[in-house]
């Protein structure tokens, strides 16, 4: 099925962890994002990507990198997580006006 | 900065009733202006767009209107049903010379249908 495909579904860390964020599409888009969810506050941009190979801030980026692996893919990294982070993290790619959100990735970090 | 109020966050109406969902930006240079539909447990979905060159855009029993001059746009949903119940986020965007278009997202509303 055609569409945006994040892993981990749901993700436990503690204080001063890392991990990453996959994502992944298959509509040939060029440009990939990263929001973050909170309550009250919308989804508010981390980083995206115009296209492979280029990377750039959005209004949130402390804390977080990412990396443009190819066209398909554009990951996002916690080096060492914070309680502030605990949000549900979207991914989208876009072409045309409209974003294609992925379902999410839940993230507590205790 | 730039940002994007929305109001109410919270609407609840009883079902075959209209509803309602305001919002107001601050970029002038903003000039599209999609409204998401975000049901439990998924990703936002695109349900309609306006362009800053109209004023008014229908599908089926769904509407956005959008004021320039204020610098606001509104999602009307006629004849409410339970499948209506999600948040709804509306966004103000305007293109980069890269190509791309970063979204400005309102704090979203989410809407009860009662039957």
């Known amino acids: 099925n055609a569409g945006v495909t994040q892993t981990p579904k749901f993700q436990v860390l503690k204080t001063g962890q890392s991990m990453t964020l996959q994502c992944a599409q298959d509509m040939n888009h060029n440009s990939m994002y990263w929001y973050r969810q909170d309550p009250g506050m919308g989804l508010r941009l981390i980083y995206y990507?115009?296209?492979?190979?280029?990377?750039d801030k959005g209004e949130v980026p402390n804390g977080y990198n990412v990396s443009r692996l190819n066209k398909r893919e554009f990951s996002l990294r916690l080096e060492s997580a914070a309680p502030s982070q605990t949000s549900v993290y979207f991914c989208a790619s876009f072409v045309a006006y409209g974003y294609t959100f992925g379902s999410g990735t839940r993230l507590t970090v205790v | 900065g730039e940002n994007v109020e929305q109001h109410p966050s919270t609407l609840s109406v009883q079902e075959g009733d209209s509803a309602v969902i305001k919002c107001t930006y601050s970029?002038?240079?903003?000039?599209?202006f999609p409204w998401y539909k975000q049901e439990l447990g998924k990703g936002p979905q695109l349900i309609i767009d306006i362009r800053s060159n109209v004023g008014e855009k229908k599908d089926q029993r769904i509407a956005v209107t959008l004021n320039k001059t204020a610098k606001h746009f509104s999602l009307h949903i006629t004849e409410t049903q339970p499948e209506d119940s999600a948040v709804y986020f509306c966004?103000?965007?305007?293109?980069?010379?890269?190509?791309?278009?970063?979204?400005?997202f309102g704090t979203g509303t989410r809407l009860k249908v009662l039957a």
């Open positions: 966004a103000a965007s305007r293109g980069q010379a890269s190509g791309t278009y970063k979204y400005i």
């Open positions: 970029d002038s240079a903003s000039n599209y």
């Open positions: 990507s115009a296209s492979e190979g280029t990377t």
